[in-house]
């Protein structure tokens, strides 16, 4: 089944994400959460000082559900800098949060917060622990949100409650991951292909650098070739190969408006490309489940990672590879005495733990 792709009519300037946060902002007035994929919400701590929403010695609280991770803040220095966030899935104004008690003055507040809303509500609850039922939390917010004259609907702006244990969230979403510049060009999708947000927080590691060359030697539907550029605009030459040509086709329109981009048919070991002219190798290696076969691993990656020698542009090249095929990446490494390789993040990609590794030269 396709991915479904939430359409933003969001269209920030060309600049957005590398433009520096103004010197004088208003904090925001009601405390932020941000949520991300399970794994990632130390590198999302990460990008919110990049993009200069965290005030200095801010410590944001860390909550972790199944299937995500949420981050809470009292104190956002540059709200408006919310929608330039790319590792985060969503992100919104906490209305109200406590832990174990309701209180009928915290459902007042929040339903002061929320009638200035003109635009329908939609309610969804999330549930980790044994503290609350989410269908009881459910139905009790549903009631007494109405009884305030807050009025929810089955379509609308999205209105989260998140329960972890016996604390609780309930956050007016007010930007999503498609909100961040360049996203909306996006039109295509196939079955396994790379998360956005996490193609982000892979470009993030990467620290992609003005006039920089980036390959990608199986694309895919250029997910990772949009993300570098989303984070570097003035980055140089971005290619991606891939031997499956429906891919390329579905990378060559999500790329179109990239004017540094290109896609090609072909095998990502076997380039052609120049010795010497890489200065960055992004891959979500093939796992071998949606695409090829797993016992392949070993072999495919030790291909990748000598061709990617091959055109390593030295001293500062570096890689970022993901994989949820360990060994095979031990594998392919071990033939490279040269090169060194550290742990950047776990993360879960639809239930299955993967590892994103930084690889240079020693």
């Known amino acids: 089944m396709k991915r479904e792709i939430r359409k933003s009519t969001h269209r920030p ?10 010197k004088k902002s208003k904090p925001s007035a009601l405390p932020v959460v941000l ?6 919400s130390h590198l999302l701590q990460h990008e919110m000082k990049f993009r200069k929403l965290m005030e200095r010695g801010a410590r944001p609280t860390e909550i972790f559900q199944r299937n995500h991770d949420l981050l809470f803040l ?11 966030m790319r590792i985060a899935e969503d992100a919104g104004d906490c209305v109200m949060h406590g832990q174990f008690k309701i209180s009928p003055t915290m459902l007042d507040r929040a339903a002061d917060e929320l009638r200035r809303v003109t635009s329908p509500l939609k309610l969804a609850v999330t549930a980790d622990g044994r503290h609350f039922d989410r269908r009881d939390m459910e139905r009790f917010f549903s009631r007494e949100l109405q009884q305030r004259g807050v009025y929810l609907a089955e379509e609308g702006e999205m209105l989260w409650l998140f ?6 969230y309930l956050v007016r979403e007010t930007a999503r991951e498609d909100n961040a510049w360049s996203r909306y060009l996006r039109r295509h999708e196939r079955e396994g292909s790379l998360p956005p947000t996490i193609a982000a927080a892979m470009a993030f590691i990467a620290k992609p650098q003005e006039n920089e060359a980036m390959l990608d030697p199986c694309c895919g539907s250029g997910t990772l070739l949009a993300e570098i550029y989303g984070l570097q605009s003035k980055i140089g030459k971005v290619t991606g190969f891939d031997l499956d040509p429906e891919a390329i086709k579905a990378a060559r329109d999500n790329i179109r408006k ?3 981009a290109e896609a090609f048919t072909g095998d990502g070991t076997l380039t052609g490309r120049p010795d010497a002219t890489i200065d960055l190798v992004m891959a979500n290696l093939p796992f071998g489940k949606q695409f090829g076969k797993k016992e392949d691993n070993p072999g495919l990656y030790t291909a990748i990672v000598k061709e990617m020698v091959r055109l390593a542009k030295k001293p500062a090249f570096r890689a970022v590879l993901l994989t949820s095929d360990v060994p095979a990446f031990k594998t392919a490494m071990q033939a490279h005495r040269e090169l060194k390789y550290e742990e950047a993040f776990t993360v879960k990609i639809r239930g299955e733990a993967s590892r994103c590794y930084l690889v240079t030269f020693k």
């Open 13 to 22: 300037p060309a600049n957005a994400p590398l433009k520096p946060a103004p």
């Open 35 to 40: 949520r991300c994929a399970p794994g990632l």
């Open 74 to 84: 009292k104190n956002v220095a540059s709200p408006e800098n919310i929608a330039q």
């Open 163 to 168: 329960v972890v244990d016996e604390k609780f």
């Open 258 to 260: 990239i004017p540094q």
